[in-house]
């Protein structure tokens, strides 16, 4: 389910998925009761709940150009405000790693989508925050295949806990570059 923005909402989306299921069997068709719900964390109202969604949903799906826009109030198509937008801004990457340790908690799988897991220099960030899955356009696919290849994912997570202390995007990019830049640049330009 897009949107959720608190617990109620998430409630009501699967009772109505219920009565659908209802009315199916009342009409003798075929349907599968059995399918995984999951919501698109996008707003950081979903964010600050997520432990409670977490109860009622088999996984996430962090919607990054959305969280990301409404997080920082940065509208990414004007160009008046475009430079403001920042994936690794110090908020964004404490809110995506309030998610995943929401979803951990409760057994729930984070996966995302959005131009943040399609970047070659987001990935350290995203492995090491612990993400169990990333989604993106297939023509992105074989590059980020060959960045995670080359990464030690325990070099991620103790990267990734330096990162979540940078007051700056900037900071967090210079972390990154100086980290992981001589990796990354072997195997984003082959």
């Known amino acids: 389910f897009p949107m959720?923005?608190?617990?109620?909402?998430i409630?009501?989306?699967?009772?109505?998925?219920?009565?659908?299921?209802?009315?199916?069997?009342?009409?003798?068709?075929?349907?599968?009761?059995e399918i995984d719900i999951g919501i698109m964390i996008e707003v950081p109202s979903a964010v600050v709940v997520a432990d409670?969604?977490?109860?009622k949903v088999d996984f996430f799906?962090?919607?990054t150009n959305d969280l990301i826009q409404y997080s920082l109030a940065v509208d990414r198509s004007n160009e008046l405000v475009a430079h403001l937008y920042r994936p690794t801004s110090p908020a964004i990457l404490r809110l995506i790693s309030k998610v995943v340790e929401a979803g951990r908690s409760e057994g729930v799988p984070v996966s995302m989508c959005g131009e943040m897991a399609a970047t070659p220099q987001h990935i350290p960030l995203l492995l090491g925050i612990g993400l169990d899955e990333l989604s993106m356009n297939p023509q992105s696919i074989?590059?980020?295949k060959r960045?995670?290849?080359?990464?030690?994912?325990n070099d991620t997570r103790q990267f990734v806990q330096e990162a979540l202390k940078m007051k700056t995007a900037r900071g967090v990019?210079?972390?990154?570059?100086?980290?992981f830049g001589d990796t990354l640049s072997k195997v984003t330009f082959i």
């Open 4 to 9: 959720i923005s608190a617990y109620f909402e």
């Open 173 to 179: 990019f210079e972390l990154s570059r100086d980290t």
């Open 52 to 55: 409670s969604l977490a109860e």
């Open 147 to 153: 960045v995670i290849r080359s990464l030690n994912v």
């Open 61 to 63: 799906s962090i919607g």
């Open 142 to 144: 074989p590059q980020i």
């Open 11 to 33: 409630c009501k989306a699967r009772k109505m998925l219920d009565q659908a299921a209802d009315s199916l069997e009342k009409e003798g068709l075929p349907y599968n009761r």
